[in-house]
């Protein structure tokens, strides 16, 4: 599949979320695309900066990247928050004080899921939030290339103190052709300028401090980088003399250990300095900890220190030899973890009964790697190399890596909070089904890593009151999408406890003056909150601010006084205490807030000019946008501005919000927070916003003072009646993962061909002869294709009826015999499928096997022959009505898509209309996280500062004639870019007042890229 990522699958996750969205068309003239970056060859970014660095300049020029064709994508791999620096580490500050005081862990990991495209902000709440930071030295984005990593992971990973890769480069010995690649890209890099000097070491650094990326990685199973290290050594050289200090290069190597022969071009030499973190490879696929205390030996004769040297493994499961890496002697030695190359293992094998639960899960999951099994990091599992669930069946997640001792056993805790106050977290991960303002929905489904918080040092700290070094196990502690404050996210507290204490954050913050608190709880009651927030002095002693009464059940925010912190203190560590709860009690957390009114600033305003809107799709009732904006940084001196960039804490910027308003005069709402200066946002409802205006500040920080808000006028579809009408479906949508690997075989082989019944009111014979849809090896999946089937045919079923279901699959290469499978139907009518209850009717398969029926001795293959049988028990008090029943084919060796809802991996889903009829009294539906969340409209939140209004001027922007020949002609257009159908540019057209040419061009359909001022839109173009 191409390098961009595609609309549908992104829009569709959108309107999964909740009962009553519904799944809408693309505009006949929409761009297939959300992101391309099938113009981001690794050489090619190379090539331009060093035609820059050729003309005395360190980066390209705006008009060099529109040519290039990456101009429009360019500020998505783009991080203007600058690495953070963390908290000195030793065995007296480390909270286990057994591990190396200073070991390190590189997560050489994809961001997101999909190669090349993943990590992205999208509106599919149920993707990659990666929360693992407070242990993550370094982060691979393996499913990269060189330059291309997203921004918005960038800005996660540097705020909690994590170096990020900017991609990889990859040579695996065992694909075809990588050894000739590996030795042209050799030749490549050893290229020099004619006074001797390396013509790609400016190139290479420039390139990465303009996107502010943090360096280079490389698989080199392919071959030795011996004919690298000269240029590895100037880059490292120059690096240094520009004051490029996080700079790295990553070298994975075929060698299991260090030694006098190679550790010249893996890790260095007193000669030539630094040359990388070197990798050093797994053997017989486990750690090669036997080797590993003579590396650290061979390291410390080079440079006195073994810190950039790392013991690696290949995480297929996590039944690894940790006690061998954490001897006495071996562990100093870092630690890599690899896999895959497209997705993270931790992602690909996340479990859970609905995307929600899903979501929840993935963070347990991310708690017991990193605090222990038990998810207390004082309660741990001791270290063992054997009997870790890694790879489940979603009724085995309690299983899931509740054995193992979590990286807390091996490695220090990290945490980059520290400086000056204010301080503050919303417990936001990146993501949520809905965007809560307050407490209350603004907006819909979202995915930005951007927006994500501090994460919690400790996963998790629960002790006993006022007792650090004792655990507590009173309470469940988790983070939880089903309630928010601001964001998608908050920490969950449940349980009875008389005292427990909650450590979230490990800080170095110095005090100034008088502390002030802003903490914003729901506990779904009035009363006693049971709950206070406590500080650490450096002195060890705690500081305590109760919260005092709820007034209600919904979210309350409290500013609470705080006495005991004066001028001159520093916090040590943030959390909050638990008092007197019973076991109904659930505490969501959602904000802690410290000022100390030390910091006034302005931040620096968003450069109007700068901001532009790309219409991603627009429906009679919806509208996506691609938006970026930059900031005014005149008047401000910034370190790496010649470079062109510019990092937020230079501007006084701490992050940007993001608004919808309907009409000039309209009431604004928030509806997103980044880091970034980029967004997308996703779906928004015209209903709602009829005259849609977007709108970007910036917030000072000082986390008070914000600019004035740039408001862009958006202009509706110059021709309402092209705009397709919304496709009601009442039940969420499901759709196949388009990142997800094996498509082809999935969209020509996978697909159910018959389901028949016997025993009901009305029965059903269905087949079907044929996939899903359209699928070529160029362009991939026909347009509309997510391997998702509707009926048209169903059948009748009364209360309380027993029915035979007999479903048989398509048998044809790698067909849908390896998948696993799952039914459920609708029987209250709430329009959602309860995954736990007697909603799922059907389940068959086993992880990373297939659909084999071991209870009837059917093997997997007998699923495409002969069938498989299942009874259906109509319950006596089904609801009467209109109702669905959905069959949903997972792939079995990539079971976490195997739900009723969002999107599935390499498989097929099939929706089948069921009618129940009786007259016996109908059930309720079950209560749920939506009945409780706060209800009503969000609150403005005005800041009373003048804004700028950008009136919209996209309506009448248009090319002619749709179908051409020779040329094309445009209509209040001043730049346009042609697409092919897969994603890769054609042609720029710099200047669109005048007619364009495109006889050159091959026959076939292409889109084409329109802006006028700061809005683009797209078309088709039918060239014959």
Known sequence: MKKSTLLGGAFMAALMCAPGHVQAEEIPSASKTV??????????????????????????TKEEFEEAGIYLDLEFARSHVRYNPIIEQSAESNLISTVFPTRRIWMNLPTGSGKGTGGYPT???????????????????????????PGSWIDAAHRNGTYMYSGIEFFDAAAAGDVAAYNSFVRFMNTKNPDGTFKYVDAILNCLLFLGQDGINYNFEAGMPTGLVDVHAALYKRAKEIGFDSFHIGTYTINSSLSSYNSSYLLGSQEKGKVSDAFLNYSGGDFAYFSAANSITEAKKIFGTAEDVYQGVWIVNMDRAWPGMNQTNTKEMNMVLWGEHAVSRFFQFNVGTSVMNAQENYQILQDRTTGGGNRNVLNRPSIAQRGHYFQVMVNEVSKQMATFAGFASMAPERSAIQGSLPFNSNFTLGNGDIYFYKGKKTHGSWYNMGAQDYVPTYRWLLTKKGDMATASSDV?????????????????????????????????????????????????????????????????????????ETSGSTWEEKTLAVSGLGSGDVIKHIGVRIAGSDEDSKIYLGQIKLEDGSLTETPAPIDADAFVAEVKEETAKTLSLKLNWAVDDNGYTTE????????????????????????????????????????????????????????????????????????MQIDRYSDPSALPELKQDLYAS?????????????????????????????????????????????????????????????????????????IRGHRGTDDIQYCLFKGWIDWDLDRTF??????????????????????????????????????????????????????VACDAWFAGGLNPTGGFNKGYALDIPVKVVGTNTPREP??????????????????????????????????????????????????????????????????????????ELPAGVYVVKMQNGQIIRSGKLIKK
């Open 35 to 60: 992101y391309d970056f099938s113009g981001w060859s690794n050489r090619g970014m190379l090539e331009l900066f060093a035609k820059a660095a050729d003309e005395g300049r360190q980066f390209p």
């Open 123 to 149: 509106a599919e709440f149920n993707s990659d939030v990666y929360s693992m930071w407070n242990f993550t030295h370094i982060f691979g984005s393996w499913n990269h290339g060189f330059m291309q990593a």
């Open 476 to 548: 469940d502690v988790r983070f939880t999408h089903e309630e928010a404050y601001i964001g998608g996210s908050s920490i969950r507290i449940k349980g009875a406890t008389d005292g427990s204490d909650l450590i979230i954050y490990k800080t170095n913050l110095e005090v100034a003056g008088n502390v002030k608190a802003t903490v914003a709880i729901k506990t779904g009651k009035t009363g006693a909150s049971n709950l206070s927030l406590i500080l650490q002095k450096e002195d060890g002693s705690w500081v305590e601010a109760p919260y005092g």
């Open 640 to 711: 790496f501005k010649e470079r062109g960039m510019v990092y937020n804490d230079e501007v006084n910027v701490d992050h940007f919000e993001l608004f919808l308003k309907n009409g000039a005069e309209g009431k604004a709402f928030e509806v997103g927070r980044t880091s970034t200066w980029h967004a997308f946002i996703g779906n928004i409802d015209l209903t709602k916003y009829e005259d849609p205006y977007v709108g970007v500040r910036s917030v000072s920080v000082d986390l008070n003072s914000v600019s004035p808000i740039v408001w």
């Open 734 to 806: 499901c759709y196949m993962d388009p990142t997800s690997d094996g498509l082809k075989a999935a969209y020509t082989n996978r697909w159910i061909e018959e389901v028949k019944t016997t025993g009901a009111t009305e029965d059903l014979d269905y087949t079907r002869t044929e996939p899903a849809g359209g699928y070529d090896d160029e362009n991939g999946p026909a347009e509309g294709n997510t391997n998702y089937v509707m009926s048209e045919e169903g059948f009748t079923v009364t209360q309380g009826q027993t029915v035979n279901v007999h």
């Open 834 to 887: 309860d995954s736990e209850g007697d909603e799922l009717v059907w389940s068959l398969g086993k992880v990373n096997h297939g659909a084999a029926d071991d209870a009837k001795g059917k093997t997997r293959e007998q699923f495409v022959t002969e069938g498989a049988d299942f009874t259906l028990n109509v319950p006596a008090d089904a609801v009467p009505g209109e109702t669905r029943l959905r069959f």
């Open 926 to 999: 079950k209560p749920s996280y939506l009945d409780t969340r706060d209800s009503g409209e969000a609150d403005s939140p005005l800041s009373g500062v003048e804004d700028i209004v950008i009136s919209g001027n996209s309506s009448t922007m248009n090319f002619y004639p749709a179908v051409a020949t020779d040329v094309v002609n445009f209509t209040d257009v001043e730049k346009a870019w042609i697409y092919g159908v897969n994603g890769q540019m054609i042609k720029f057209i710099g200047d669109a007042t005048v007619p364009a040419t495109v006889s």
